[in-house]
């Protein structure tokens, strides 16, 4: 992932980004899951809920920003630097959870990512996660693809979003058996007056490369002043998340 985390702006301002994996947890079945890794984990929020439901839960995360404040403030737990693309655990676990990671992996690398999730899981082991499925955050990339067209730049969408069906099959490909899986839309408050300014800042880097820092101030500001019939809402800034939720498990079945 070539994305350069600003690690504390992200856990004092983005914390709904873990707030809304809580719920995600509760799909771990609790009878046969010990030892849960937490793939992606960021700074660690859900990793540290994930051990206050009993697991024995550790993380792993690409971001060295990130992985220090997961360090900092839960020196209790286990904190791994690797690539979820490419990662061999010691010891097999029981489960393996992941919110709000995925969208991030470019789609040709996403067979990587399933196969080493396959092989450190156990026989009976789950695989629960969470992340951008097909349709997220549409109406902020069509805005701002339009606003970069209109000035002569191209603008390549920075995420992998897909859809259900699509992802289903990319897992019964690797040796999955899908035994959950919905899509759904989830308008998300955005902390701030410049919430939807802030939160393009934060999670959109790689489309500005060839663009002018006064340049990318003026796009920012078109595109939010475009979408503020349909993303400020009673004075609050949403975006338009859709949620792609799935669990699955090592096929076992025989046919
Ligand atoms: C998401 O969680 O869906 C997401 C967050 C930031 C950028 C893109 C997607």
Redesign the pocket.
Known sequence: MNFKWDAETYTNQFSF?PRYGTDLIDLIDTKSSKSVLDLGCGNGVLTKQLSERGFKAFGLDASPELLQIARRNYPELVFLLGDAVNFKLPEKVDAVFSN?VF?WIPEEKQPDLLRCVYDCLNGQGQFVFE??GFG??ALIHRALKEEFYRRGYSYTMP?YFPTLGTYASLLEKIGFEVTYAVLFDRMTELAGEEGLADWIRM?IQAPWENIPESEKNDIIRETVGKLRSALLIHGKWYAD?V?LRMKAKKKSRLN
Do not use: D, E
Request: charged share 10%; net charge positive.
């Open positions: 980004v709000a969208h992340f951008g997220n955050n995420f999670f998340y949620r």
